[in-house]
């Protein structure tokens, strides 16, 4: 069990009222009406669990409108998806046969319906393919990067109304690790909802008065809005997930009634979910702490962090919650991100030499910063896998990561940056001062005061950092355009990946990526936006990710895994910190089947989602 100790605590006010649901109405029986004809039966007695009553409303809270889309993944429906014991299993998918590493047939649950009672079948794939994705209205930059095999799109066929089979001429090994993210690509839609909304089959006068009534400026444009499947900002789009959105935005209060048709079962056949809703209250961010520890949430981990486990864990009694801590699965707590697609031609050369990238892990003291921050039992180093992951090598976490900025400076000196100012800070080529402004979505108080701890340790290699935070789009936005130089947020999501995980994360293959977006746009529109990665580091990355793709055995995935993680280590492409720092998670004490131990992860495991939220249920 952690220890935790702190000689001064500044205790904030625990006032304001909590907030309660209005009743929900007892969920009726499972019914042959509202359940697959072969659902998904979950042993939860097998699983270490008990099982469970119907009823109750599950409250939480959250900083943000837009963080509501979070119950879609922590809901975790998904056509296959990991366990706790991260071994890939169907899940709405009633079987998946694969053949060759290249053919996947996929059958559907007879009878699962959609929220609103439609039918969820072929024709939900089908039109996703030929009228969403394949549109070039709806869908400019073409079909979604998850389904392109090595520059190839896959060959789509609708079987029989319960199967669709997907096949490419070279294996694909990413395909159902992709099926299986925390943020899916979702290759299906509702069609009989979203068919009112596409030219193709709505009444052309009711349609033109849909997007009159929008104030859009087309069809494409109301489609898209109505189709927002991952954002929970649409009540009237059906859904699979264990719990639907009944709450329009703008809003400060969320709620979220249980899905009628869930395809999910307990072994005495109980409808999962248990619990009847969720009510999310929106609240500042700064009191997401106090009100949880005050008793306003039911299940908390979204806003807080390390250093809230102190209080919450004093207020446990008169809260009536626990607080487990599971360590959290990113590959550093903190990072700092080098943007190698900057538009200022001074900084990109810096930032593109593995020299800089050297001194500046070199220039790190993150003895410093565990001890200061984290009670020193996070563990320093690299930006890498973690220990828990098949993949880890003791090399990937302390290659370059101790601290030592005589070679740090050495270093620098090297690149030709001798010259200092006044104050000691270091001149450029173009006689610049060396201040490294590292932009942040200023979200979380840890990751400022990591980044002001290493701006007291750069002071010692002559580098100015000034942290700048913005909003999260701001930020992002700043990067992708080349504006930012460096940025911060948290390391790779994949912290603890096996061989039949996807590695795309260490390659240019996505746009959010921020130490190569524009390398990862250009990936992900097939060249048409962007541009193409022009550093051999970078491209060897690339090479590497389609050869795990195409690979046939466990072990040429593994290979390139190896290959990918070394490139990394010697590159130093992103800056890590620390990592396995806890999270805190309060649990209202009536609150069953939230397991005591756990592992807090994105990628692979949805954070809630692997441990199956809908099973769990509120008792004495």
Known sequence: MMRLTCAALLLVSMAGAAFAAPPVPPAPPASSSTLPSEPLVVDLKAAGRQPGKRGGTLRMLMSKEKDVRLLNTWGYARLVGWTSKLELKPDLLK???????????????????????????????????????????????????????????????????????????????????????????????????????????????????????????????????????????????????PWVATTAMPSNRFVFKRNPYFHRVDSAGVQLPYIDAIEVA??????????????????????????????????????????????????????????????????????????????????????????????????????????????????????????????????????????????????????????????????????TDVLQLIAQHYKAIGIKLVVKPSDRTIMRNRAYAGEAVMTARSGWDTGIPTTETSPDELAPTRQDNLI???????????????????????????????????AKTPAERKAAWEKMLAIHTEQQFIIGTVAGVMQPIAVRNTLKNVPEKGVFSWDPGAQFGMYRMDEFWFGP
């Open 516 to 550: 190569w977006p524009k390398w990862g746009q250009f990936y992900e529109t097939n060249g048409k936006v962007g541009e193409a990665a022009d550093l051999p580091a970078a491209q060897e990355l690339l090479k590497l990710d389609a050869v795990w793709s195409s």
């Open 95 to 241: 079987s998946i046969e694969v053949k060759d590493g290249r053919i996947f047939t996929m059958r559907l649950r007879a009878g699962h319906k959609w929220s609103d009672g439609s039918p969820f079948t072929a024709e939900d794939f089908r039109y996703f393919w030929d009228d969403v994705a394949s549109n070039k209205e709806l869908s400019p930059a073409g079909p979604p990067v998850d389904l392109i095999n090595g520059g190839e799109l896959p060959k789509v066929e609708i079987v029989d109304p319960l199967t669709v089979r997907y096949t490419w001429s070279k294996p694909n090994s990413r395909f159902l690790a992709a099926l299986a993210q925390a943020r899916e690509p979702y290759i299906y839609r509702p069609s009989r909802y979203l068919k009112q909304f596409h030219t193709k089959y709505a009444d052309k006068a009711a349609l033109s008065k849909r997007v009159a009534e929008a104030r859009v400026q087309s069809w494409a444009r109301l489609h898209n809005q109505m189709d927002s499947i991952d954002d929970n900002d649409n009540p009237a789009l059906p859904t699979l997930q």
């Open 282 to 447: 929106i609240t500042d961010s700064g009191l997401v702490s106090a009100k949880t520890a005050a008793g306003d949430s039911d299940l908390q981990a979204r806003g807080l962090s390390f250093g809230d486990i102190t209080v919450l864990k004093a207020n446990q009694a008169k809260g009536s919650y626990k607080v487990l801590t599971w360590p959290i699965a990113k590959g550093s707590h903190v990072a700092l991100y080098p943007n190698l697609n900057a538009s200022d031609a001074g900084w990109r050369a810096l930032v593109r030499d593995v020299k800089f990238r050297r001194a500046l892990s070199l220039g790190i003291n993150r003895s410093d910063i565990n001890k200061a921050l984290f009670f020193g039992l996070a563990a320093e180093g690299n930006n890498t896998v973690l220990k828990d992951s098949p993949l880890f090598k003791p090399a990937y976490l302390t290659t370059n990561a101790s601290y030592d900025p005589k070679t740090a400076n050495a270093l620098l000196d090297e690149l030709g940056l001798k010259a200092r100012n006044a104050e000691g800070t270091r001149l450029m080529a173009d006689k610049r001062p060396l201040e490294m402004v590292v932009e942040t979505a200023g979200e979380a108080k840890e990751e």
